[in-house]
Nanobody, 117 residues
Framework: QVELVESGGGLVQAGGSLRLSCAAS????????MGWFRQAPGKERELVAR????????NYADFAKGRFTISKDTAKNTVNLQMNNLKPEDTAVYYC??????????WGQGTQVTVSS
């Protein structure tokens, strides 16, 4: 079982920044992918950014490019998401996501990000 512990959400004004962190514990081992999704009210959950762990490559949603940066600490199985120039439309619950090569996936409990205009 993998436990994902998220931190760093909150309320910020438009144009501000937040940094989210997610630490994997339990029988985590190295993930296949690890990153962040988000879900706004009335919308489907969508990818924000993630690492393909072994190669270190990343992919970002178009809305995140140029504003958000994902980073990782391999030794600690931690991913961080630095979000700059936040917009009201970034308001959502952000979820940490962890997958194994065998197809298992795990979700964090979610952390609320609210951007006021």
């Amino acid at each position: 079982q993998v436990e994902l512990v998220e931190s760093g959400g909150g309320l910020v004004q438009a144009g501000g920044s937040l940094r989210l962190s997610c630490a994997a514990s339990g029988r985590a081992g190295d993930p296949h992918t690890m990153g962040w999704f988000r879900q706004a009210p009335g919308k489907e959950r969508e990818l924000v950014a993630r690492f393909w762990w072994s190669g270190g490559t990343t992919n970002y949603a178009d809305f995140a490019k140029g504003r958000f940066t994902i980073s990782k600490d391999t030794a600690k199985n931690t991913v961080n998401l630095q979000m700059n120039n936040l917009k009201p439309e970034d308001t959502a619950v952000y979820y940490c996501h962890f997958t194994r090569l065998a197809g298992y996936e795990y979700w964090g409990q979610g952390t609320q990000v609210t951007v006021s205009s």
